[in-house]
Nanobody
Framework: QLQLVESGGGLVQPGGSLRLSCAASGFTLDYYAMGWFRQAPGKEREGVSCISSTGGGTDYADSVKGRFTISKDNAKNTVYLQMNSLKPEDTAVYYC?????????????????WGQGTQVTVSS
């Protein structure tokens, strides 16, 4: 059974860093594009960053460019999101998602499989 499990969320001060991990089981990431999405209270889920099945292509929301970095380790079947210079507006539940394609646009409707999410709170 295909499963995605996120970890690494928590409470951090503005300007701080967190590294999110998404461990996949039941399938191999070699053939799946992966994405990180987030949803803040009262807002729609939005794309944060996505990465191609090979890891050679990435996409970032304008709001996180230069601060967040997505990567994947196909050998470990894990995707990461390194988040630096965090801001209060980054506060949200972060979700990992997968789609059985090489790549594609980084929007929630394009992704088929989802994790349960991990809370990220940026506050002093």
């Amino acid at each position: 059974q295909l499963q995605l499990v996120e970890s690494g969320g928590g409470l951090v001060q503005p300007g701080g860093s967190l590294r999110l991990s998404c461990a996949a089981s039941g399938f191999t990431l070699d053939y799946y594009a992966m994405g990180w999405f987030r949803q803040a209270p009262g807002k729609e889920r939005e794309g944060v960053s996505c990465i191609s099945s090979t890891g050679g292509g990435t996409d970032y929301a304008d709001s996180v460019k230069g601060r967040f970095t997505i990567s994947k380790d196909n050998a470990k079947n894990t995707v990461y999101l390194q988040m630096n210079s965090l801001k209060p507006e980054d506060t949200a539940v972060y979700y990992c998602a997968a789609r059985p394609r090489l790549f594609g646009i980084c929007v929630p409707d394009e992704y088929d499989y989802w994790g349960q999410g991990t809370q990220v709170t940026v506050s002093s």
